[in-house]
């Protein structure tokens, strides 16, 4: 009998596991995104995330190849270096400072969850270990719903994972190197289990950033730093509570040998509660708090195996942290990372995934004599849980940009109306047709005219430079505010609605753009200075060469307007036909790129723009302008 039976040690036990997932769900999930939102550093935020993912992995490969000191070692230098981790967070909140504070943070965390999984049973024996992960993981769901600790500013949750980190390095107790277990199954496979767990924390890794993206039911308002997806703060202590209760439940049956067909409800009430959540419900309801409970159910079910699992001998003889490295490296950082991506680019969970990952999840669970039973009523069900909601999570990211653009009332500054007017014509293109306007929910034709008009706007501006507009990184003397407050999943949603604006004119916007030639005569040199300093300098620099400040932020870099042969020019070089193309490309942009245009130029600014790039144009290689497609 392994040891662990003792109260202190089982005791010691569930408080590692308490401070190890408090941690996790504190400072590594919300505080350190919250302290990149008060940075006014949220476009940061995947690259920070992305460190803390490294810094993951490492620590569990860490604790699969560690030798030296033995478990206790190993989960005393996890603690260090978690709690150094929030600290850096805390002393050093900004960008540089998060980013190492992240790479730190996820190596103790890499560190502190595998290594203790792989020696559970030293605290809790062989017949208890799954009782006292669940007691762990439902006490630290329970005390980070508590309303005081869930709405904790960055910095607050940063001294918490400090405190909880210190919590952990007073527990560990000296131990063997981890524990074999007794009995171990010899044969079974880990890939199963492996795809089980991936599966689940895929799926609730999209949903949950969903939620946190979604507008909170009707009947509630919003929560502020941190939102509560479920509603008003009544439902914190019935989501602790369903969390507490379902995560001792999972860890008593597991010792008794359940298994798979746990992880697979679990997976199917994540779809109940994903599909009740999504589609809304009637004002003064109670379902809201049925939700929060079914969906803090199956992640609490999950999430106590996924700690009982390594050390219980299931996958045969392989070593525990081995087993806990491999998993929580796959299906934890790399599901996490898999799932918020999934949410982050489709704005939603296409019902074709789900319904993929659960025919996949009843694959692993029972095996395929049992697929065909069960893959019409799933089917059914999993392809219906997320496609159809009123908000992120059903409708398509254009839609609900559309829903943020009114609420914010961008209507109140800018127009969606080109007047039939030339210079309306010219700088905004042709207004779609009548019916097409009115048959908008709600028309927004804008009342003011502070910005300019967005009804092309998509075929003016690219969706990057769309973005960094949003969030504040502004040309000089632009009077529009920043909107990077609005959150990750808002602002993108904005842009996909705004890079949609104007797509059924394209082909009628393009023939004009490219019938148009200016007249006059250029502006003088001084004006060419001035004007390519104030409207072409933030992206290809001072001197042309590409080096300008927000070069790096583009997904192509600006071009070397100096030494670069062109890519969208066909005209002889020094002819008039390649100023006429350049002035046209200063004055409209290049669709399809993040090349702006600048509508407001006179003929005579853009030929002054002209002249001055092609004056100073000597490209290294023998200029043929061939059109080169990028």
Same mark, same amino acid.
């Given at each position: 009998?392994?040891?662990?039976?003792?109260?202190?040690?089982?005791?010691?036990?569930?408080?590692?596991?308490?401070?190890?997932?408090?941690?996790?769900? /504190?400072?590594?999930?919300?505080?350190?995104?919250?302290?990149?939102?008060?940075?006014?550093?949220?476009?940061?935020?995947?690259?920070?995330?992305?460190?803390?993912?490294?810094?993951?992995?490492?620590?569990?490969?860490?604790?699969?190849?560690?030798?030296?000191?033995?478990?206790?070692?190993?989960?005393?230098?996890?603690?260090?270096?978690?709690?150094?981790?929030?600290?850096?967070?805390?002393?050093?909140?900004?960008?540089?400072?998060?980013?190492?504070?992240?790479?730190?943070?996820?190596?103790?965390?890499? /560190?502190?969850?595998?290594?203790?999984?792989?020696?559970?049973?030293?605290?809790?024996?062989?017949?208890?270990?799954?009782?006292?992960?669940?007691?762990?993981?439902?006490?630290?769901?329970?005390?980070? &719903?508590?309303?005081?600790?869930?709405?904790?500013?960055?910095?607050?949750?940063?001294?918490?994972?400090?405190?909880?980190?210190?919590?952990?390095?007073?527990?560990? $107790?000296?131990?063997?190197?981890?524990?074999?277990?007794?009995?171990?199954?010899?044969?079974?496979?880990?890939?199963?289990?492996?795809?089980?767990?991936?599966?689940?924390?895929?799926?609730?890794?999209?949903?949950?950033?969903?939620? &946190?993206?979604?507008?909170?039911?009707?009947?509630?308002?919003?929560?502020?730093?941190?939102?509560?997806?479920?509603?008003?703060?009544?439902?914190?202590?019935?989501?602790?509570?369903?969390?507490?209760?379902?995560?001792?439940?999972?860890?008593?049956?597991?010792?008794?040998?359940?298994?798979?067909?746990?992880? +697979?409800?679990?997976?199917?009430?994540?779809?109940?509660?994903?599909?009740?959540?999504?589609?809304?419900?009637?004002?003064?309801?109670?379902?809201?708090?049925?939700?929060?409970?079914?969906?803090?159910?199956?992640?609490?079910?999950?999430?106590?195996?996924?700690?009982?699992?390594?050390?219980?001998?299931?996958?045969?003889?392989?070593?525990? +942290?081995?087993?806990? +490295?491999?998993?929580?490296?796959?299906?934890?950082?790399?599901?996490?990372?898999?799932?918020?991506?999934?949410?982050?680019?489709?704005? $939603?969970?296409?019902?074709?995934?789900?319904?993929?990952?659960?025919?996949?999840?009843?694959?692993?669970?029972?095996?395929?004599?049992?697929?065909?039973?069960?893959?019409?009523?799933?089917?059914?069900?999993?392809?219906?849980?997320?496609?159809?909601?009123?908000?992120?999570?059903?409708?398509?990211?254009?839609?609900?940009?559309?829903?943020?653009?009114? &609420?914010?009332?961008?209507?109140?500054?800018?127009?969606?109306?080109?007047?039939?007017?030339?210079?309306?014509?010219?700088?905004?293109?042709?207004?779609?047709?009548?019916?097409?306007?009115?048959?908008?929910?709600?028309?927004?034709?804008?009342?003011?005219?502070?910005?300019?008009?967005?009804?092309?706007?998509?075929?003016?501006?690219?969706?990057?430079?769309?973005?960094?507009?949003?969030?504040?990184?502004?040309?000089?003397?632009?009077?529009?505010?920043?909107?990077?407050? /609005?959150?990750?999943?808002?602002? &993108?949603?904005?842009?996909?609605?705004?890079?949609?604006?104007?797509?059924?004119?394209?082909?009628?916007?393009?023939?004009?753009?490219?019938?148009?030639?200016?007249?006059?005569?250029?502006?003088?040199?001084?004006?060419?200075?001035?004007?390519?300093?104030?409207?072409?300098?933030?992206?290809?620099?001072?001197?042309?060469?590409?080096?300008?400040?927000?070069?790096?932020?583009?997904?192509?870099?600006?071009?070397?307007?100096?030494?670069?042969?062109?890519?969208?020019?066909?005209?002889?070089?020094?002819?008039?036909?390649?100023?006429?193309? /350049?002035?046209?490309?200063?004055?409209?942009?290049?669709?399809?790129?993040?090349?702006?245009?600048?509508?407001?130029?006179?003929?005579?600014?853009?030929?002054?723009?002209?002249?001055?790039?092609?004056?100073?144009?000597?490209?290294?290689?023998?200029?043929?302008?061939?059109?080169?497609?990028?």
């Amino acid at each position: 009998m392994s040891r662990g039976n003792d109260r202190g040690g089982f005791a010691r036990g569930v408080i590692l596991v308490m401070a190890a997932q408090s941690y996790f769900l /504190l400072h590594a999930e919300f505080g350190l995104v919250d302290l990149l939102r008060r940075a006014g550093a949220e476009d940061r935020l995947r690259v920070v995330m992305g460190l803390l993912a490294a810094g993951g992995l490492l620590g569990c490969l860490w604790a699969a190849r560690g030798r030296v000191g033995g478990a206790a070692f190993r989960l005393r230098a996890a603690c260090v270096l978690a709690g150094a981790g929030s600290l850096l967070a805390w002393s050093f909140p900004t960008v540089a400072g998060l980013a190492a504070a992240a790479t730190v943070s996820g190596l103790g965390l890499g /560190l502190w969850t595998a290594a203790l999984a792989g020696s559970l049973t030293n605290y809790f024996g062989d017949a208890r270990s799954g009782l006292g992960a669940g007691l762990g993981v439902g006490l630290a769901y329970a005390f980070c &719903n508590i309303g005081p600790v869930f709405h904790l500013s960055g910095s607050g949750q940063a001294l918490l994972g400090v405190l909880l980190a210190g919590l952990g390095l007073a527990a560990v $107790r000296a131990g063997p190197c981890e524990t074999v277990p007794v009995s171990p199954a010899a044969g079974r496979s880990l890939l199963p289990w492996l795809a089980l767990f991936l599966g689940l924390i895929w799926f609730d890794s999209a949903v949950f950033y969903l939620f &946190n993206h979604l507008p909170a039911p009707a009947e509630f308002p919003d929560l502020a730093p941190r939102s509560n997806p479920w509603g008003a703060d009544g439902s914190l202590p019935v989501t602790a509570t369903a969390h507490l209760f379902a995560a001792m439940l999972a860890g008593w049956l597991w010792d008794r040998g359940a298994g798979r067909s746990l992880l +697979a409800g679990a997976f199917f009430a994540l779809c109940l509660a994903s599909l009740s959540r999504s589609t809304g419900h009637a004002a003064g309801s109670l379902t809201p708090y049925a939700d929060a409970a079914l969906y803090a159910g199956a992640v609490s079910v999950y999430s106590t195996l996924l700690v009982a699992f390594p050390s219980s001998g299931r996958v045969g003889s392989a070593r525990p +942290a081995v087993v806990a +490295a491999v998993l929580y490296a796959v299906a934890g950082w790399i599901g996490s990372a898999l799932g918020i991506g999934l949410a982050q680019e489709w704005g $939603r969970v296409p019902g074709l995934f789900v319904l993929i990952l659960g025919l996949a999840v009843v694959w692993a669970a029972w095996g395929r004599r049992r697929v065909a039973a069960v893959a019409l009523v799933s089917g059914t069900s999993l392809a219906a849980s997320l496609p159809a909601s009123r908000s992120l999570a059903g409708l398509a990211a254009e839609e609900e940009g559309r829903e943020v653009y009114r &609420n914010e009332g961008c209507h109140h500054c800018h127009s969606q109306y080109v007047r039939p007017v030339v210079a309306d014509l010219e700088r905004w293109g042709s207004p779609p047709p009548l019916e097409t306007w009115l048959a908008q929910t709600p028309p927004l034709p804008g009342n003011r005219r502070q910005g300019p008009d967005l009804s092309l706007v998509g075929l003016r501006r690219g969706p990057q430079w769309i973005r960094l507009h949003l969030t504040g990184r502004l040309p000089s003397g632009s009077r529009m505010p920043p909107y990077g407050a /609005l959150g990750v999943g808002k602002v &993108n949603s904005l842009v996909s609605y705004l890079s949609s604006l104007g797509r059924e004119q394209a082909a009628e916007r393009a023939a004009y753009v490219s019938a148009w030639t200016p007249h006059g005569e250029p502006g003088a040199p001084a004006d060419a200075d001035r004007l390519f300093s104030e409207n072409c300098a933030l992206c290809h620099g001072p001197a042309g060469r590409g080096d300008g400040p927000w070069a790096h932020e583009l997904p192509r870099p600006p071009r070397d307007l100096l030494a670069e042969p062109w890519l969208f020019i066909r005209e002889p070089a020094g002819s008039p036909a390649e100023t006429a193309a /350049l002035a046209r490309i200063a004055k409209f942009g290049i669709v399809g790129t993040e090349m702006p245009g600048h509508e407001w130029l006179t003929d005579s600014d853009s030929l002054a723009l002209a002249g001055w790039i092609s004056s100073r144009h000597h490209p290294l290689s023998p200029q043929t302008h061939t059109h080169t497609t990028p």
